[in-house]
């Protein structure tokens, strides 16, 4: 079976005025039909790049080098016209932060129609594929068409663009950071919304730092570090028993666990080192860990690892 | 100790007054870790706020180690500012861009008139600092936009810190970092807090965290007479009923 979305060796370095920013290196994922894929790390290793380079919306200062496959299109390589195509209707994004990813002065309706039009429906389609998503979620078109978007409740924002993302019946959504600033119970109803999502038949990439919520949510995971991809596989299994150093020390770090911090900070993303990005911090170091980057060796069950403790396996 | 005894702080929206905190008192000892936690928009930030002596309430009292504070204006308030210290949630919007990180961390003390005279002794206690919350003295050279998030609240800290506050606040000061940096940020006022016998009010959504370090948890529904009113839910259509008997109690008292 072939995958529905393949990232292949991704790289993407933003030009600054301090040099690259190296944002992505040589990331590769694949999303099957149907499935969710978690992708975890610290504010920084690349996690927002990642969903921005999939759906084209990188700004004009970045290189971008590798290759990136929905159903088999070279999504890199796509023009302005095809890529409306796709935007919404193959790949939807929930953006990070409703309240401010919505214009502020126009009413709601106005926005959710124009967004659904955008996906190729009439204004009646629209309005009943809007009303019946909304429905789902508890939210009725007509009470809140003539609502600005700080007049409704933090869950309620977030159930407007979900609905939103889903109006154009995409193949994959890409949530961002869904639960960022909510308190437990706004977790709580996202994390089944997004369950719901999934439930649907779509696929989804759930971009996170909340290592709870990635828990909760299950399905298979991709952690990521200074950059790099640095442990892949079931959700389950990561947090079961994480199979790179860093995985296995950011869950020490849980306040449930041990609360303990790692020492030292990733390395800059202008002047990556040679090697491991992990070794100057990491208490398993050995002698090939100042000395080269590992590859992802295989570990087990589907599980792999950026980490020479797995490469004589 | 400080402590918030009886404040009630109403703000003014479209709907008409509504009430935030509602009478709520709270005590932060020295030398320990208090929690505060509750839902959004039950009144956390805004006690918060009061006990940092930014928010004037509208009844009630805040003191500082048996100071009262009777005056709020911000003359009268200068003196006593470095004795509590504030932490926000986003560090990317309370630090001033045009800043380098490391001014940043000296401007409470500038701001105070404790600012060391000599270069080299700014210098030092600037290092101190930074070293303190894990941060390189490359990085107090950048301005806010050239570091990470994570780094940037440790300069937060680093900022709050610098004025040997007697209190500290910290609002959400770890739900937009990950949990190693949230460790680290903690461990570090572990370690002033064992020195200093700095007192702590932890304000957070995350029970867990607070069940693990805090010593003593406080739910600001049991400490205010009010309900969780959040400003954008009093016009949504199950919050109007919560706004409206906010109002309500506001009239009969």
Redesign the interface.
């Known amino acids: 079976m072939t995958a529905l979305l393949e990232v292949k060796d991704l790289s993407v370095g933003f030009r600054t005025r301090r040099g690259v920013v190296q944002a992505l290196s040589q990331a590769s994922v694949s999303v099957e039909q149907g499935e969710l894929l978690l992708v975890v790390g610290e504010s920084g290793s690349g996690k927002t790049v990642l969903a921005h380079s999939l759906l084209r919306l990188l700004p004009r200062n970045v290189d971008v080098s590798g290759s990136i496959r929905l159903g088999g299109e070279d999504v890199l390589a796509l023009q302005p016209d095809a890529l409306r195509r796709v935007r919404g209707r193959r790949m939807a994004l929930i953006p990070q932060s409703p309240a401010s990813s919505l214009n502020p002065v126009r009413r709601l309706g106005g926005q959710l129609l124009e967004a659904a039009r955008a996906r190729g429906l009439t204004e009646a389609q629209s309005r009943k594929r809007l009303r019946e998503l909304l429905g789902e979620l508890g939210l009725d078109l007509d009470s809140i068409s003539g609502r600005y978007i700080h007049q409704l409740s933090g869950g309620m924002q977030q159930r407007v663009v979900n609905a939103m993302a889903l109006v154009g019946e995409p193949d994959i959504v890409i949530a961002d950071e869904p639960t960022s600033g909510l308190d437990s119970d706004l977790v709580d109803a996202t994390a089944a919304q997004l369950r719901e999502i999934s439930a649907r038949g779509a696929s989804l990439l759930v971009i996170t730092h909340d290592l709870r919520l990635a828990e909760r949510l299950g399905g298979r995971l991709a952690l990521l570090y200074a950059s790099r991809i640095v442990e892949v596989g079931p959700a389950a299994a990561f947090f079961q028993s994480p199979s790179h150093p860093y995985g296995r020390e950011l869950l020490r770090a849980l306040p449930e666990r041990e609360g303990k911090s790692i020492p030292g900070m990733s390395p800059e993303l202008t002047a990556l080192p040679g090697h491991c990005a992990f070794a100057d911090r990491c208490p398993d170091r050995f002698e090939p860990c100042t000395e080269s980057v590992p590859d992802l060796y295989p570990v087990r069950d589907g599980v792999h690892a950026r980490c020479f403790a797995h490469a004589e396996r | 100790m400080l402590s918030a005894d009886a404040v009630t702080k109403t703000y003014r929206a479209a709907a008409g007054r509504v009430v935030a905190v509602d009478g709520a008192s709270l005590i932060v000892q020295p030398g320990t870790r208090v929690g505060l936690v509750g839902?959004?928009g039950s009144g956390k930030s805004t006690l918060a706020q009061i006990m940092a002596m930014l928010l004037e309430p509208d009844s009630g009292s805040v003191t500082i180690d048996g100071d009262r504070v009777e005056k709020w204006g911000l003359r009268s308030l200068r003196a006593m500012r470095h004795r509590v210290q504030l932490i926000f949630?986003a560090p990317r919007v309370s630090v001033d861009p045009r800043l380098r990180v490391g001014d940043a961390i000296l401007e409470p003390l500038a701001a105070s008139g404790m600012l060391p005279a000599g270069a080299d002794e700014r210098r030092a206690l600037l290092q101190s600092w930074a070293a303190r919350v894990?941060l390189?003295n490359d990085l107090l050279e950048r301005f806010p936009h050239?570091v990470?998030?994570?780094?940037l609240q440790r300069a937060c800290l680093a900022r709050a810190l610098v004025v040997c506050p007697r209190y500290l606040i910290c609002d959400?000061l770890s739900?937009?970092?990950?949990?190693?940096?949230?460790?680290?940020l903690?461990?570090a006022i572990a370690a002033v807090q064992d020195e200093h016998g700095l007192g702590l009010l932890l304000i957070t959504?995350?029970?867990?965290?607070a069940?693990?370090?805090c010593g003593e948890i406080a739910d600001i529904r049991e400490l205010s007479r009010c309900e969780a009113v959040?400003p954008?839910?009093c016009?949504?259509?199950d919050?109007g009923f919560r706004a409206q008997r906010a109002l309500e109690r506001l009239d009969a008292a």
């Open positions: 839902p959004s949630q894990g390189t050239e990470s998030e994570g780094q959400e739900s937009m970092l990950d949990v190693s940096t949230q460790a680290a903690l461990e959504h995350d029970r867990v965290l069940d693990a370090w959040d954008a839910v016009f949504s259509d919050g």
